[in-house]
């Protein structure tokens, strides 16, 4: 497992995450070890599960702004954030986000 874990660093989504750590732990325990995993969200890229990973980011408001891309760059990413998620840590957010 700890081979497979640093194989497909970094990983592009958390659904990538789910699915190689998944073959060797069950579903709670990959739960558990989301919470110390990062993966960078690709604003233009990102599934919604990746998106949710976001505080204050829900299944709708993922949704929302997938529908709203592209995104010229993160500050516009943000500026959508804070229009369709106003409780969003969006000091937090920015953190999880990919260098463009």
Partial sequence: MVREFMEYRPYT??????????????????????????VPVNVNEADAATLQQIS???????????????YANNAAFIAKLKELAPGA????????????
């Fill in 56 to 70: 204050g980011v829900d299944a709708a408001t993922a949704d929302s702004l997938i529908a709203a891309r592209p």
């Fill in 89 to 100: 840590d969006t000091a937090q957010a920015e953190t999880f986000l990919a260098a463009q």
């Fill in 13 to 38: 989504s958390i659904q990538q995450f789910r699915r190689e750590i998944g073959k060797y732990v069950d579903q709670a325990q990959v739960a558990e070890y989301e919470k110390y995993v990062y």
